[in-house]
Structures are given as structure tokens and as C-alpha cells.
């Protein structure tokens, strides 16, 4: 439970740090230099093989791509959770993530059960 809420933490804080420093473009894609490296930390600090994050972002849904940006699947799962923002509103969407991330863990959380069945289904 704490582990999940620290991951939950953490993913406040890379979104806040991420649109801080990138601006509100509806997508971003990182050099592969700058790629593998945000993958890295995130691998380290979160324990999670991410290859993209989306946000809500001030005009909308914000995904930042740090390798893979062109695999079907991947875009599928975001553009999802992209979705599920516009659907949700940023404010419920952010309370919701963090509050299943917190209780379920990134795996069993709903929302990233229902990206990864858009991802499947891309794949
Ligand atoms: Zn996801």
C-alpha cells in the first residue's frame, strides 16, 4: 500500500515537472537520448518499464513519448487514456488514477486495465 502510494506521488510529480518543462502540445516525442533516460529513471524511481505517460494537461490531454512513439499498441493504450481525460475531466481523471494507483497498484487500477484492452486490441 505504501509502495503504491509513493508510485502515486511520483506520478503527480513527473506530470507536474513534464508539462512545466514541455509546455501543453497534445503530443511529444523525446529524442532517444532524452528518451531512454526519462525511461530510466522512471524504471528506477516508479519500477515501471514505461515507454510513454500521458497527463492532463491545461487544453487537454498531454502524452510524451520517450521511445516507441510509433508502435501501434503503445499509441492505442494512450490515446485511451487520453480519452478516458476528455471523458472524465482532468480534475476527476487525476483524482481517480491516483486513487486507484494508491489502491490497486498500477497493474490492477481500472484504468489501466481499460488502456491496455484498447492496446490489445491495437496489437
Ligand atoms: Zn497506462
Known amino acids: 500500500m505504501r509502495q503504491h502510494l509513493f508510485r502515486a506521488l511520483f506520478w503527480i510529480a513527473a506530470a507536474v515537472l513534464t508539462l512545466s518543462l514541455i509546455g501543453c502540445a ?49 499509441r492505442c493504450h494512450e490515446q485511451r487514456h487520453a480519452a478516458q481525460i476528455r471523458e472524465m475531466g482532468a480534475a476527476e481523471f487525476t483524482r481517480e ?3 486507484q494507483i494508491a489502491a490497486y497498484g498500477y497493474f490492477g487500477a481500472p484504468l489501466e486495465a481499460d488502456a491496455r484492452a484498447a492496446q490489445s486490441a491495437c496489437e
Open 26 to 74: 497534445p503530443e511529444v516525442r523525446l529524442s532517444e537520448r532524452q528518451g531512454s533516460y526519462v525511461a530510466s529513471v522512471l524504471s528506477h524511481v516508479h519500477g515501471l518499464d514505461a515507454d510513454a505517460l500521458t497527463f492532463p494537461g491545461p487544453r487537454g490531454p498531454v502524452t510524451v513519448y520517450l521511445r516507441n512513439a510509433d508502435d501501434p499498441g503503445l
Open 97 to 99: 488514477y491516483i486513487r
